[in-house]
């Protein structure tokens, strides 16, 4: 278990390029499919309170999904499992990187990876909208106010400016008053 | 306290310092290295720590501890890079574990289970702007355009992430090689560093 658990963020950790959200999709297959560890809508709220929280949400996640499964000393795995592969990297590689940046066949690599990262991403978002319940084929009164949400949350973000921490804590108020 | 030890000492809690502002985003972040470690502390010289924070956002992993074990690393050695990393990453750690020893003891109280409703809501929205941020500095011609549009296709088939990751960078070299044969240059560069997604 806690092998399991290590191995599977030291993975997250090496393929991490672009950063957490792009690795969601890898987080919930690994967890919900290989491992069966917890159920989708309980990874999907672990995701919500590590974006909710300061710090790399991959790394966020690893703790909370390490704690939940073997407490403080799988959190402290997880998060040590997912900071790994980039420090030995840098530690490594550090040099080399400074050197091989610029190769063309480098910037290649990246060109390509940083495009497919986009695609993560918005499979990221779509399936963990499936998860929180707004994609459904029988949407009631609750899923409309979840997809107003979700468009208000979205137009505060980008034309707003508005921080993620205050747009999480609105959205976290509104839902006390309409569902509460 | 020897000097060693003091030098460890001070980069772990210029880190710890600054730690709790890596929020959903660390837009705040990469100014406030610059202030302590250029400015303050005149540990790099600017041009070092531009350098340190492209090849922080080139190596996987969060850019925030990235690029913390990479200054720690230059002015401390290894230990350093410990010292640093260690400093950037405790107070969000336990912040995470407090949080999840709360939502385990609250998740079936009423309000905030409605809370949560709405919440989930929202991170959907956080995910998709990052989408979109991100999409702005990578997507810089039609090959990547579409790239991006099947790398999302063959994830919604079932597909293993990691086969997307691989596919995504032999794609990069294969399609540069074959616009190289025909004599024309894509454009590989990203428009601008995008920094505040990859924490």
């Known amino acids: 278990m806690l092998i399991h658990l290590f191995a599977m963020f030291l993975l997250v950790g090496l393929v991490s390029f672009g950063g957490g959200y792009a690795m969601i999709p890898l987080i919930q297959e690994e967890i919900l499919k290989r491992y069966h560890w917890m159920e989708a809508g309980q990874l999907a709220d672990i995701v919500a309170v590590a974006g909710m929280s300061p710090g790399p949400i991959a790394t ?4 909370a999904v390490g704690y939940q499964q073997a407490g403080w000393l799988g959190a402290a795995l997880a998060a040590l499992a997912v900071v790994l592969p980039s420090f030995a990297l840098i530690l490594a590689a550090g040099k ?22 986009v695609g993560l991403i918005v499979y990221a978002a779509v399936s963990f909208a499936r998860h929180a319940g707004l994609w459904t084929g029988t949407p009631d009164w609750r899923t409309w106010c979840q997809i107003a949400i979700f468009a208000g949350s979205l137009f505060s973000l980008i034309y707003l400016h508005k921080h993620p921490f ?8 509104v839902g006390i008053a309409l569902y509460g | 306290m020897t000097d060693k030890r003091k030098l460890h000492l001070s980069l772990f809690l210029v880190f710890l310092k600054m730690s709790p502002f890596t929020f959903g985003g660390g837009y705040a972040l990469i ?9 303050k502390k005149q540990w790099l010289r600017e041009e070092e720590i531009a350098d340190l924070f492209a ?3 080139t190596v996987p992993g969060a850019v925030a501890a990235n690029s913390a074990a990479f200054i720690g690393y230059r002015i401390g050695g290894v230990s350093g890079a410990i010292a640093a990393l260690l400093g950037i990453c405790l107070p969000t750690f336990l912040l995470m574990i407090v ?19 709405a919440i989930r809501a929202t991170v959907a929205a956080l995910i998709a702007f990052a989408a979109i941020k991100v999409a702005r500095s990578s997507i810089v011609d039609f090959a990547s355009g579409a790239l991006a549009a099947a790398a999302a296709l063959l994830l919604f088939t ?3 992430p990691l086969w997307v990751v691989a596919l995504g960078a032999t794609a990069g070299i294969l399609w540069v090689q074959f616009r190289g044969m025909k004599g024309k240059s894509p454009k590989i560069k990203e428009k601008e560093p995008v920094f505040d997604y990859m924490i």
Request: proline share 4%; no cysteine.
């Open chain 1, 166 to 173: 205050v747009v999480i804590l609105l959205s976290g108020l």
């Open chain 1, 96 to 117: 080399l990187f400074f050197r091989y940046r610029d190769h063309p066949r480098v910037a290649a690599a990246f060109y390509g990876l940083r495009a497919v990262v």
């Open chain 2, 31 to 39: 100014p406030a290295i610059e202030r302590e470690v250029v400015e």
């Open chain 2, 158 to 160: 079932g597909i293993h």
């Open chain 1, 60 to 63: 966020n996640i690893a703790v």
């Open chain 2, 99 to 117: 949080l999840s020893i709360f939502y385990v003891q609250f998740k079936d109280n009423p309000k905030i289970e409605a809370a949560f409703t």
């Open chain 2, 55 to 57: 090849v922080s956002g």
